[in-house]
């Protein structure tokens, strides 16, 4: 758990001749116990006890508050980033300046960690910008930050997984390099699914001993090796993959590397990372030595140069094409799908040429475009080109042009079709119109001649059906179909009929009953083709210039529910007539502010939805039938309101509607007793420690409240989330209960039950080596999570603490004068008066020594190069330029690892022990 404002933390403390108050304390906390302690949820044979406690015991995970694990509880993106951050040994700054990501500000407490993973180019985010850490992770997504953080590679292993196609296609090589390594060994991965602490907790602990049997294989059998540096004069790249022999590793933050288990003989190293300029060195590799080999620069690239070109070619004569559509998309990963660029001038169609630039930073380098050209016939119908096949390609990494493969055209072939035109009477109609269709409309009209003959010649219109419309007077409207198969001519010949009229009435329902006209207007529909419309004139709809045939006659309006009638239609002199009843309805108008969103209800069923203000900015549902419903309001940020509406026929019923802000906190209130007796606790105090809530880190104190007099709390203003509750009464054992709020909750009666005990107590003392007393002053005691308070007697060498309740406690002492800091655990029983001594040791003077030397090559002159320095532990503790033959460290006291770094040298290692004193290595004379 991290330390709290010392507000929530404090303890007062006394000496131990006075009475202690305790105004906090707190639960153990699993994160400080043991690791072969197991959490209260986490049984012995839990499937994944030994790699949770495996984890613990290395700081790479911890528990909760309350001693649990939570191991069925889902892991967000945020908190997998923490995990890997230290499971990859990467050092995290305690601030940063700049924000990693769009949604996760330099202030958030995962920004330091996603700042370290994204540099070490773990951890992309997502296209537009964020990272949405409060997300879970997928399974899928494990697979990908688990490959590229532990360095996974394709091994060729066949291996099965049955609904890889489920997953992403960005994720599925990763979740097939996860199998190959044998972290996951299910054939079914279920890509989409959440995953667990317990589960993340054994793939992470599964890849690290992946790391020591793949470390200790080097080690063993891989003892030729190339190694160095990628650094920018005394900055170290990180990040940078260097790829020899088939073999890829990553640099550090100090742009170290080394590569074993190499062939001996001369081979091709390349470095490359995303945004950069990779660059090639040759080396010759010594069998059984690593030899070194260093760059002093690589080229960053500019964002704002990334290019696209491609040339668009008529597939036939290889002629550019010079006029045609071009769409550009990029492919977002939060929706996983393509979504169209808008370019604007940075986008050029010229002599067949595509030309993307980017100056205003719409794509990036590594970023996954779309292509499709295409040239539409409802535009160019003498010219229509086939749109190309979908171009997917992926923007180079490392380099700014982008060439893509020449796209090849095929025109559409041309056909003619033509017609002759007739009147009702059989009589060809001259200088007439005919129109050709698509579902989108007309494209093309032609006139017919003298002879009555229309023709669309050498149309490029793609194979499929459409439509020829004639619209003559004293005629029936035509609309005919007719199918088209590409490059073959084909004949439609059009006979006009003769035109009728029909009359359509219509009453209400009821007898006597008003029948509104507002919004009453029929559509004469055929074969599901609206063929003609209608508003109502009295209690008739007319129709006319209508052919024959057999109809449905569909009625809408506000005042009515839809109807449809079936009516014939014949040739006639007089006008057909036909009619029926309509059923009375009622409008629903809602006034709510703008933006909303209005649903009618009736009995829990949406009946209609609207997002739409109509000219008197209210929220309208007409056809309503009579009856009662809800009207629910909503809108982001407000609360959404739900009110009673009963409609009746031929009446408008009216509502307004009023939304409040959503409330961004929640309150919660209670009583806290006794067990058993039920008496009310009369002191103490309930406290709220994030489990997942925004802005905070695992076990941060976020409110607390004291314990009334009688019994009662209120806490105001808790922000929404999971929380570990602490209840700490006078008198009594501290509780510890979970709790999950919503914004706007007003929790009452949330009770605690707590045992008699908090009796417990906890006497400091404080010596030094030679037994003699150290007086410590009472507020440089940290103990368990709260701040000790000044102690009133200032002759006493003791701190004292009482009221305490049974638990494992974290005891902190700061750093006295001439003395080291001092850190412990302390458990104490229910009821016990613990003394304890501490220990404080004389402090070490630090100090730092150089270690120089003098390196020469073979023929004597002075070698340039790098020189670092590692600890016992392999881990890299300084890097210093060899310039003229000299180099000096500064290192302090212990035993280092010093090597040699100079191009295509054999590395030279030189076991140094650094005591108080300068060092001076003996001239080093480096080997080829």
Known sequence: MSYQPRSYRKFLATSVTAAAVVATSVAATPANVSANVMFSDVAADYFAADEINALVEKEIISGYPDGTFKPGQSI?????????????????????????????????????????????????????????????????????????????????????????????????????????????????????ESVTRAQFATFVYRALELQVETDEQIVESAATAITGFV???????????????????????????????????????????????????????????????????????????????????????GASVTTADVVVSKFNQSTEEFE???????????????????????????????????????????????????????????????????????????????????????????????????????????????????????????????????????????????????????????????????????????????????????????NGAVISTSVINGSKFAFDRIPAGDYTVRVTGDYVLPASFAVTVNDQEAPNTAGDRLTTAGVVEVTAEEGATVRLLQDGEVKAETRERNDSDAYTFTSVAAGDYQVQVSKSGKVTKTVDVAVTKNNSSDKDVELVDVEDSANVSGVVRAEGTLAQATAGSVSYYAVSVEDKEVGELVETTTIQGNGQYETVNVAPGVYQVVVRADGFETKVASLTVAAGD???????????????????????????????????????????????????????????????????????????????????????????????????????????????????ANATGFVAAFDTEGKLVQVVSLTNGTAALNLGNGSYDVRIFVDGYKVVKNEVVVDKKDVTIPVIQLKK
């Open 340 to 526: 169209e660029l808008n370019l604007g001038e940075d986008f050029s169609f010229e002599n067949g040429e595509i030309s993307i630039t980017n100056t205003e930073k719409a794509v990036n380098f590594g970023d996954k475009l779309r292509l499709q050209v295409s040239r539409d016939y409802a535009s160019n119908s003498k010219n229509a080109l086939h749109p190309s096949e979908l171009i997917d390609f992926t923007l180079h990494a490392d380099a700014a042009s982008n060439i893509l493969s020449g796209i090849e055209m095929s025109k559409v072939e041309a056909m003619t079709l033509s017609g002759v035109l007739k009147d009702a009477n059989d009589v060809v109609l001259a200088d007439a119109d005919v129109e050709i269709h698509n579902e989108d409309g007309e494209f093309e009209t032609v006139k017919t001649n003298a002879s009555g003959e229309y023709s669309f010649d050498d149309i490029t219109v793609p194979s499929g059906s459409y439509s020829i419309k004639v619209d003559s007077a004293d005629n029936a409207l035509y609309l005919g179909q007719v199918t088209i198969t590409e490059g073959q001519d084909a004949t439609h010949d059009v006979n006009l009929v003769q035109a009728n009229e029909l009359a359509f009435t219509v009453q209400a329902q009821g007898v006597n009953e008003v029948l509104r006209t507002e919004g009453l207007q029929a559509e004469l529909v055929q």
């Open 746 to 860: 007003n929790i009452q009666n949330r009770n605690y039950e707590v045992t008699t005990g908090g009796n417990a107590s906890l006497a400091l003392s404080f010596v030094d080596e030679n037994g003699d007393e150290v007086e410590v002053a009472a507020e440089d005691v940290l103990f368990a999570d709260s701040y000790a308070g000044v102690k009133t007697a200032a002759e006493s060498e003791t701190v004292s603490f009482a009221n305490l309740s049974a638990g494992t406690y974290s005891l902190e002492v700061a750093k006295q004068d001439g003395k080291q800091a001092y850190s412990t655990s302390v458990t104490i029983a229910k009821g016990e008066e613990k003394e304890f001594e501490v220990v404080l040791l004389d402090e070490v003077e630090e100090r730092t020594s150089s270690v120089n030397m003098l390196v020469l090559n073979e023929n004597n």
């Open 76 to 192: 967000n993106r945020g908190q997998a980033a923490s995990i890997l951050v230290k499971a990859a040994g990467l050092e995290v700054p305690s601030a940063i300046d700049a924000a990693p990501f769009s949604d996760v500000s330099s202030v958030n407490n995962f920004a330091p960690v996603l700042t370290v993973m994204k540099d070490a180019g773990f951890i992309g985010g997502y296209p537009d910008g964020t990272y949405r850490a409060g997300n879970n992770i997928t399974r899928e997504q494990m697979a990908s930050i688990l490959v590229n953080t532990f360095g996974l590679e394709d091994t060729g292993e066949k291996v099965t997984i049955t609904d890889l196609e489920s997953a992403h296609a960005s994720h599925q090589d990763n979740i097939i390099k996860l199998a190959q390594a044998g972290i996951t060994n299910v054939e079914q991965f279920r890509p989409k």
């Open 231 to 317: 650094r920018n004069g005394d900055t170290g790249i990180e990040g940078v993959t260097v790829t020899v022999g088939g073999k890829s590793v990553v640099t550090d933050k100090e742009g170290f590397y080394q590569v074993a288990g190499l062939a001996a003989g001369e081979q091709d190293v390349t470095f490359s990372k995303t945004g950069y300029q990779p660059k090639t060195k040759k080396a010759t590799l010594i069998e059984d030595e690593a030899v070194s080999l260093f760059v002093s620069e690589l080229t960053q690239l500019n964002q704002e140069e990334i290019t696209v070109k491609a040339n668009v070619v008529d597939a036939v004569t």
